[in-house]
């Protein structure tokens, strides 16, 4: 484990730890909780990323560090589809950045139409719905494909066969067509935090196919502008 997840592990553990013992939670207190374990589950992805220093910089010189803490930021709760996204994603980047730094100029990007997908999607990889970098296909399953544009690799990492619970997409689409029904909802969340945290359990392979694709089987659309001078010396 890298010294980062060890960390990212630490601090969520602690905080676990922290929370338990404050006696009943208010809902928020229930939140930090939920991302709190998440955070400190042995294989919570950290992935170190890389950003132009301005709108018209090279590549900055240091590799910024993204948590399941900054995601859930970003999306507004800690959720099963954030997790694992986040999960699969950061697995695949793996694949296309063996030096272990991902450039976030660097990326293309599909999923399928779930916000919680999206907005990680959109996170961890830098890419723009409006360039035509993220794109949107609502044919596609627990999937991601992805694109490194400098050395023309492609990748489709999908969640493998039977690690979802079968239950869960059923009472998700009942319990949104319900009103406010509080033991279902708890249902639910309880359903989603087991799958998220299994995920997290084990190592990637475990739960994750990747294949190499031929080519990205989308337009890539234009580079974002604000890394037109990604490539000037520092």
Same mark, same amino acid.
């Given at each position: =484990?890298?010294?980062?997840? =060890?960390?990212?592990?630490?601090?969520?553990?602690? =905080? $676990?730890?922290?929370?338990?013992?404050?006696? &009943?939670?208010?809902? +928020?207190?229930?939140?930090?909780?939920?991302?709190?374990? /998440?955070?400190? /589950?042995?294989?919570?992805?950290?992935? *170190? $990323?890389?950003?132009?220093?301005?709108?018209?910089?090279?590549?900055?010189?240091?590799?910024?560090? %993204?948590?399941?803490?900054?995601?859930? *930021?970003?999306?507004?709760? &800690?959720?099963?589809?954030?997790?694992?996204?986040?999960? @699969?994603?950061? #697995?695949?980047?793996?694949?296309?950045?063996?030096?272990?730094?991902?450039?976030?100029?660097?990326?293309?990007?599909? $999923?399928?139409?779930?916000?919680? #997908?999206?907005?990680?999607?959109?996170?961890?990889? @830098?890419?723009?719905?409006?360039?035509?970098? =993220?794109?949107?296909?609502?044919?596609? @399953?627990?999937?991601? %494909?992805?694109?490194?544009?400098?050395?023309?690799?492609?990748? +489709?990492? *999908?969640?493998?066969?039977?690690?979802?619970?079968?239950?869960?997409?059923?009472?998700?689409?009942?319990?949104?067509?319900?009103?406010?029904?509080?033991?279902?909802?708890?249902?639910?969340?309880?359903?989603?935090? @087991?799958?998220?945290?299994?995920?997290?359990?084990?190592?990637?392979?475990?739960?994750?196919? %990747?294949?190499?694709?031929?080519?990205?089987?989308?337009?890539?659309?234009? /580079? *974002?502008?604000?890394?037109?001078?990604?490539?000037?010396?520092?």
């Amino acid at each position: =484990m890298s010294g980062y997840k =060890m960390l990212s592990r630490g601090i969520g553990i602690l =905080m $676990v730890l922290v929370l338990a013992q404050a006696g &009943p939670a208010c809902a +928020r207190e229930k939140v930090e909780l939920q991302l709190l374990e /998440a955070m400190a /589950a042995e294989h919570a992805p950290v992935d *170190r $990323v890389v950003d132009t220093v301005s709108s018209l910089g090279p590549l900055a010189p240091q590799p910024q560090t %993204i948590t399941l803490e900054d995601l859930v *930021r970003f999306h507004g709760h &800690p959720c099963d589809g954030l997790v694992v996204a986040a999960a @699969g994603i950061e #697995y695949g980047l793996k694949r296309l950045f063996p030096e272990g730094v991902v450039d976030r100029t660097d990326l293309s990007i599909a $999923v399928n139409r779930s916000a919680c #997908y999206g907005d990680v999607a959109a996170y961890l990889t @830098g890419a723009r719905h409006r360039y035509g970098s =993220m794109i949107v296909d609502p044919k596609l @399953g627990d999937e991601w %494909i992805i694109t490194r544009h400098s050395t023309g690799q492609s990748i +489709r990492v *999908r969640l493998k066969n039977g690690v979802k619970p079968k239950e869960l997409p059923v009472l998700e689409a009942q319990l949104r067509e319900a009103k406010c029904p509080k033991a279902e909802i708890e249902r639910v969340q309880k359903i989603q935090k @087991g799958y998220a945290l299994r995920v997290l359990s084990k190592p990637p392979a475990i739960f994750f196919d %990747i294949e190499f694709l031929e080519s990205f089987p989308y337009p890539v659309g234009e /580079a *974002r502008p604000d890394a037109a001078k990604a490539s000037c010396d520092g």
